[in-house]
């Protein structure tokens, strides 16, 4: 391995360690802080799941894109740092290029979101028409 592949691999290794050591400790006190000083939490909580997500879809990237695309050829790859798992799947969804358990995803990410059923719309559909959720 060559300096800028070890140093690479150093950058990721100090960055899950830093993660595992302040995820916690973060996530509490920020809690604690928005609960007395704004009285809410929801929209921290959404951006922790929104970023976890974006992680996700990088650091699951080959397992995605063997698991659950028919075909890379004219697919909408993961790993993108800055899409999340959800608009990858969409994005596949809308083009036909899932297998059949990247339709059972789909439909799983269809059937967990009632509040877009309750809209009359779908999980995936959203996602594709909001730039704000890719």
Same mark, same amino acid.
């Given at each position: 391995?060559?300096? #800028? ?90 083009? #036909? ?32 028409? #909001?730039?704000?959720?890719?």
């Amino acid at each position: 391995m060559d300096d #800028k592949h070890t140093m690479k691999l150093f950058l990721h290794i100090l960055a899950r360690m830093l993660y595992l050591i302040f995820e916690i400790p973060f996530i509490l006190f920020s809690t604690c802080y928005r609960l007395i000083k704004h009285r809410s939490v929801s929209h921290y909580f959404y951006q922790n799941a929104y970023s976890f997500d974006q992680m996700a879809n990088v650091t699951g990237q080959d397992v995605f894109n063997v698991l659950l695309l028919k075909t890379y050829k004219n697919a909408f790859l993961f790993g993108d740092p800055d899409t999340t798992l959800s608009y990858t799947i969409a994005t596949n969804w809308k083009i #036909k290029n899932l297998n059949w358990f990247g339709i059972f995803w789909a439909n799983f990410l269809i059937f967990v979101d009632f509040g877009a059923r309750k809209r009359g719309s779908n999980h995936l559909l959203e996602t594709l028409d #909001k730039p704000e959720t890719r």
